[in-house]
């Protein structure tokens, strides 16, 4: 099964107060890159085939090997990254990420990020 999303939407402040800016993602590349389920490094479901940054964030397609994972359109989507840069004020905005992983969870950071197509 293959799924279609955005893992991070730019401009948009998350639960925790961070805000990812655009080209944050800049050097990433997302071969071999593990799809988790709910951040657990156990719980390996697939693997990211390809990212880009649009207008609205990182946009995510990757292939789910585990047929047991419940996935459909809406479920919440995250990634796991450590900080190259950031600039704090009202919020924590993140201009350079390491990304590390990227996962489908229940209750995402980012409201907004969520699976857009199963296929």
Known sequence: ??????????????????????GAFGRVAAAGLPLLWQHDGARRIGTVESLSEDGRGLRMIARVDDAAVPVRAGCGLSFGYRVRAMQRGTYRELTDLDLIEVSIVTHPMQPLARVLAVS
């Open 1 to 22: 099964m293959r799924i279609a999303g955005y893992a991070a939407i730019f401009d948009a402040p998350d639960r925790g107060g961070d805000v990812v800016r655009k």
